[in-house]
């Protein structure tokens, strides 16, 4: 069955970086689009960045852009979130979503708490 | 970039009955438009994509329906499983514009 496991999250202060991870399974990596989404404390969901099958093509919201690295490791069915600059405002849980029929399946999340 | 808006932002059944959920589009997305329901603590499941198509293991309870920018969520027998905050999402207008949510509808016991 799909599975995707994200690990990386923590608290980190204004201006530091972090680096999340989500680890695929069940299914050909390779094949795939995905996405890094969030969700502020109480929020809505906000999509951050996207990344196609073989990394060639990426897109950010702008609330991210040049503050946000995506990428890939198809090798080891792995998706990566560089995230660098943080503000209060990234504090949020941060969801992998694999991009097959809309965001067809997701993981359990992890929280990212930027705070001094 | 495109807006959505779901309307009511919450909206009270008592199980069994009928909930009739609604998105809106500022401008049409065709028929691009995913629901995802969120429950307290977990992350969102995929309902319906392509507007009117299930995915894979929703019941039938679950139905979508509209195109352009009026879309509707019904689910016909609400069971208590489904209380949950849902959300619809355009994924039309990309690049540049990304993908966009809807601010969620909550569904809770009347």
């Known amino acids: 069955q799909v599975q995707l496991v994200e690990s990386g999250g923590g608290l980190v202060k204004p201006g530091g970086s972090l680096r999340l991870s989500c680890a695929a399974s069940g299914f050909t990596f390779s094949d795939y689009y995905m996405s890094w989404i969030r969700q502020a404390p109480g929020k809505g969901l906000e999509w951050v960045s996207y990344?196609?099958?073989?990394?060639?093509?990426?897109y950010y919201a702008d609330s991210v852009k040049g503050r946000f690295t995506i990428s890939r490791d198809n090798a080891k069915n792995s998706l990566y979130l560089q995230m660098n600059s943080l503000r209060a405002e990234d504090t949020a849980v941060y969801y992998c979503?694999?991009?097959?029929?809309?965001?067809?399946?997701w993981g359990q999340g992890t929280l990212v708490t930027v705070s001094s | 970039e495109i807006v959505m808006t779901q309307s009511p932002a919450t909206l009270s059944v008592s199980p069994g009955e009928r909930a009739t959920l609604s998105c809106r589009a500022s401008?049409?997305?065709?028929?691009?438009l995913a629901w995802y329901q969120q429950k307290p603590g977990q992350a969102p499941r995929l309902l319906i994509y392509?507007?009117?198509t299930r995915a894979t293991g929703i019941p039938a309870r679950f139905s979508g329906s509209g195109s352009g920018t009026e879309f509707t969520l019904t689910i016909s027998s609400l069971q208590s499983e489904d209380f949950a905050v849902y959300y619809c999402?355009?994924?039309?207008?990309?690049?540049?514009?990304?993908?966009?949510f809807g601010p969620g509808t909550k569904v809770d016991i009347k």
């Open positions: 392509g507007a009117s």
């Open positions: 979503a694999r991009a097959g029929r809309a965001f067809d399946y």
């Open positions: 401008q049409s997305v065709s028929s691009n």
């Open positions: 990344i196609s099958s073989s990394g060639s093509t990426i």
């Open positions: 999402q355009q994924y039309n207008n990309w690049p540049p514009g990304g993908f966009t």
